[in-house]
């Protein structure tokens, strides 16, 4: 009909104006409301095996043995003395295991491995807090110039600069060394619209990475489909959303002065509630969104 074709055409307009999609891409790419839930699923399971985990270290250190009740097989067998986040997320019914929920998020990405039963040591803690969370299974590098990076970035991203790719002599941080192929993790480049991320992903992938995603759209992308709960700082003027015209002011933000990003490393309970609203408003009918 007309109004499937119309709706069709805006679709392609959409995507030129926003993606910049290439013949044989090298790498993979990541959709920004993929990437919200998959922050969803890493910010919930890790807060959810930290308190479990924490209860049940007391109960193994007061009890002995008596702890193996609370902990439950989950058809693995019996549990071993030191506390597993995820055999006790399972068994409390709180959700799905790290495997399986990254899986489900994204394809083609191996499986996360989740034999690390020890809880973690004090002196890791330090090492904890500059990640986003606790054996994260992504990476997430900003490969825009550091003054765009301190100006606005993901939570959670690390400043790497395209630049830093030609040097001879280390070009790779450690972490992103830690994070090449690494079994059932993955890394993400992004910028503000696909032009750098899309070359830093392209060496990278020619230097080996086969774990390696660019978030499909960037930052331009981000602001129109996830404007809140992603970010800390002000986006680019070339990222920021026009505000619509006529009556559908619903994402319409209110004009105020830039500030500067900050160091920030995981997600507040309020961004979390945000990334819940703007996916759930994704996932509705455009007929039932335009109301």
């Known amino acids: 009909t007309g109004n499937s074709l119309s709706k069709y055409m805006e679709k392609l307009e959409e995507i030129k ?11 993979k790419r990541l959709k920004v409301t993929t990437f919200a839930q998959l922050v969803l699923q890493v910010a919930s399971l890790s807060n959810e095996s930290l308190e479990v985990t924490n209860e049940e270290l007391h109960k193994l250190q007061g009890a002995g043995a008596a702890g193996d009740d609370g902990a439950g097989t989950n058809g693995k067998g019996s549990p071993e ?3 597993s986040p995820v055999l006790f997320l399972n068994s409390s019914g709180a959700g799905e295991s790290l495997r399986s929920t990254l899986q489900s998020v994204i394809s083609g990405v191996g499986e996360l491995d989740v034999e690390k039963d020890s809880p973690k040591k004090e002196d ?24 765009a990076y301190e100006q606005c970035h993901i939570v959670g991203a690390y400043s790497y600069p395209i630049a830093t790719l030609s040097r001879t002599m280390n070009p790779y941080t450690n972490n992103i060394l830690e994070y090449k192929n ?4 993955i890394i993400i480049v992004y910028d503000n619209d696909e032009r750098l991320a899309s070359q830093a992903a392209t060496t990278m992938c020619e230097r080996g990475f086969e774990n390696l995603f660019m978030l499909s759209g960037g930052l331009k992308v981000l602001a129109q489909k996830i404007p809140e709960g992603l ?59 335009s109301k």
């Not at 690494?182 to 993790?185: I, T």
């Open 17 to 27: 104006r926003n993606y910049r999609y290439k013949k044989d891409e090298l790498f």
């Open 81 to 83: 003395g030191t506390a």
């Open 124 to 147: 890791e803690d330090s090492q904890d807090r500059e990640r986003p969370y606790p054996d994260c299974p992504f990476l997430l590098l900003d490969v825009r110039d550091r003054d």
């Open 182 to 185: 690494a079994h059932g993790k």
């Open 231 to 289: 970010i800390t700082g002000t986006l680019p003027v070339s990222c920021q959303v026009a505000p619509p015209t006529g009556t559908a002011r619903r994402r319409a933000t209110p004009r105020v002065p830039p500030t500067r990003a900050e160091n920030k490393w995981r997600f507040s309970a309020d961004d979390l509630q945000k990334l819940r609203h703007y996916l759930a408003e994704e996932q509705m009918p455009s007929d039932a969104a």
